[in-house]
Nanobody, 121 residues
Framework: QVRLVESGGGLVQSGGSLRLTCTVS?????????MAWYRQGPGKQRELVAS???????EYADSVLGRFTISRANAENTALLQMNSLKPEDTSVYVC??????????????WGEGVQVNVSS
């Protein structure tokens, strides 16, 4: 069974840092390609924060460019999101996504349950 496990959320003051971790438990049946972090604040649509391919190509939302860094540990099927210079508007539920191939044939997307990040002013 494929499962995404996220960790690292919490409460931090404005200007502080947090690091989010997402690890994909593949059950040896899911080959992970791209991974990404999304966020969804109260009353807002889910938005892409950052994504990274298994080759290391990263993309970022304009609102986090220069403050957040996404990285991969492919051998562990893990994506890290280092968040620096956090602002109150970064407060949200952060959700991990993994795209890949299931059982060598079917492309699928899996989502984590999300972690809460709160930034106080």
């Amino acid at each position: 069974q494929v499962r995404l496990v996220e960790s690292g959320g919490g409460l931090v003051q404005s200007g502080g840092s947090l690091r989010l971790t997402c690890t994909v438990s593949t059950g040896d049946i899911f080959s992970v390609n791209a991974m990404a972090w999304y966020r969804q604040g109260p009353g807002k649509q889910r938005e892409l924060v950052a994504s990274i391919t298994n080759g290391g190509t990263a993309e970022y939302a304009d609102s986090v460019l220069g403050r957040f860094t996404i990285s991969r540990a492919n051998a562990e099927n893990t994506a890290l999101l280092q968040m620096n210079s956090l602002k109150p508007e970064d407060t949200s539920v952060y959700v991990c996504k993994a795209d890949g191939i299931l059982a060598g044939a079917s492309p699928l997307t899996y989502w984590g349950e999300g972690v809460q990040v709160n930034v106080s002013s």
